[in-house]
């Protein structure tokens, strides 16, 4: 094995971590992302990680995680709304950049994958990532599950609340309408400027909104266990289509700890309790909430550089390449 | 290749098939089941299908389609709460019986197998099943998902309506609770006891609504579409999740044809109109209604039989021969 170069590209930033040959980060850096192209961004991230990590530890390859619905056959970023992004081919163009080959992942299988790998490898895997958006990553037997489009695990679009909230998607009472990080935010707001008892401030974001339940205020304390139960039933949705056996959280509202999760197990626990399908299909030990400082999507990108390279064979070809010849 | 016996146990019927060497069928039995132990009376249904073949196709295999939870692995039915079954080795039952291997699989993930071969055998496939109950079987890439616990596509207890209508599991409102056969027959009832103005009478079941709602009674028109409307986000959900984009759907709700079909139609186009992203994943084409004698069941058992021969190698052990050995 030799060194790899892992990037992430989120919604705010971009992490990007360099390991040596025995996967130990060597070196680890985080920018916000700016009004640059997309690609400039990536390639200058990659190069102060690389500067960090020293020549030593020129990569054999380079991973790219980013949100949105991504070709990783092709290594091209085919849309990602949040980044204003469409059919950018960042594998050819971080790939080219530092003569590496690159290849690209959706950011949640990518970080799917390296949990998969930590935990053991084996068996099947949910990663739910909830913050601004909802979606799932979903590891059968070793392999993600992307769908036919790419889409596999949006499920911050299925219904949570029939007729509900009009969601940005154009659809009503989806999962991210009444779940998400603006969907908690909103609520709050609606209670708030109608005089609901509370300490919050109307302009509430999420985090605010689960440490003021931590302390017990009332509105959050409502809002947070409503938040739960939809999360809740979406998770035995999960469970019950894929049967998965482990769920792990993430994302901007899973850093809220205990007063993010306890609602969630509140709800499976009456689950539990009210049905023998929810007790087979809900092991307690069901949830496990990742550690808010885990680089899950830095490493997941490593990870999908090694399979890449792997797949490439001894030629240790990109996706550019591949695509090329 | 060989003569194979697929055996399908249903709710209320046995359905078994022989097929020559190029799967073409030689005769084919139906049966309903009755008071006698489950293994003896697929035993008897078994001999029936052979007798009626002829000795000329004696088979190289049995394969079995169960409902409820099945360990296709030991060859073991576990669960199958409609049939009253537990822990019952189907495999060793009926091979031992007939003297032939026999490989058992889940009845809606053996009859999903053929519509996939069927269907070219690639890409990815849903099966849904609306009768008494509702549920998936899907396929990915040719494998189909089995579950941690043989648990997944039960996505008959995914919520339809929060805090909706108590359902046979103990949650309340499953899909099933809202969508399947006896919640279609429970809110006419209701309805026409309630006194609502219908042709239909208190006892009608979901067949007689369907035919009651392609003459456009307004109550059986009423219920069915609403039905529709939660078979579509039902079907919205898998695609999310899975990512498929080809949903079969077959049982004894979708044996109405159109009336059946066209409320679920009516929603996505609703869906579609309304959202990129329904767009995106909901193609016209998404859904394609089994025809009403699609014998998919016992020639899903076939399938099974074949690929469980091939995988126990040219020795042609069953899953009872494999397990003892």
Chains 1, 2 share one sequence.
């Not at 990659?46 to 991504?70: H, M, W």
């Not at 889409?151 to 998400?180: Q, S």
């Not at 039933?233 to 306890?262: H, K, N, T």
Request: proline share 6%; with cysteine.
């Amino acid at each position: 094995m030799a060194p790899i170069l892992g990037i992430d590209l989120g919604g705010t930033k971009i992490a990007a971590i360099v390991v040596d040959a025995d996967d130990a980060p060597v070196a680890s850096i985080s920018v916000p992302t700016d009004d640059r192209p997309l690609g400039d961004q990536l390639v200058s991230a990659a190069r102060q990680a690389l500067d960090a990590a020293g020549t030593e530890y020129r990569p054999a390859a380079i991973g790219s995680g980013a949100p949105g619905l991504v070709d990783s056959k092709a290594g091209v970023l085919r849309m990602a709304a949040n980044l204003a992004a469409v059919d950018l081919p960042l594998a050819a163009i971080v790939g080219d950049a530092l003569g590496v080959p690159c290849f690209v992942e959706h950011d949640g299988r990518a970080a799917a994958a390296w949990l998969y790998q930590q935990r053991g490898g084996d068996g099947s895997l949910a990663y739910l990532i909830v913050g601004t958006g909802i979606s799932v990553a979903v590891i059968v037997d070793g392999r993600p599950m992307r769908g036919a489009h790419g889409l596999a695990g949006e499920i911050g679009h299925v219904v949570a609340v029939a007729d509900g909230p009009l969601c940005a998607c154009g659809l009503r009472g989806c999962l991210e309408a009444v779940a998400a990080g603006p969907a908690v935010a909103r609520q709050v707001a609606a209670a708030v400027a109608s005089g609901e008892r509370t300490s919050l401030p109307l302009g509430a974001d999420a985090e605010l909104v689960y440490r003021a339940a931590a302390d017990g205020d009332p509105l959050a304390v409502e809002v947070t266990e409503t938040v739960g139960r939809f999360l809740a039933r979406a998770i035995r949705g999960l469970v019950l289509a894929y049967g998965v056996d482990r769920v792990l959280v993430g994302g901007g509202l899973a850093r809220a700890g205990a007063p993010f999760l306890d609602p969630i197990n509140r709800e499976l626990d009456r689950e539990r309790h009210a049905s023998w399908l929810a007790r087979q299909a809900l092991p307690p030990d069901l949830i496990e909430l990742l550690p808010p400082d885990t680089d899950a999507g830095a490493r997941g990108a490593v990870v999908i550089a090694r399979s890449g390279l792997r797949a490439a064979g001894p030629g240790e070809r990109g996706q550019r390449e591949v695509e090329d010849g």
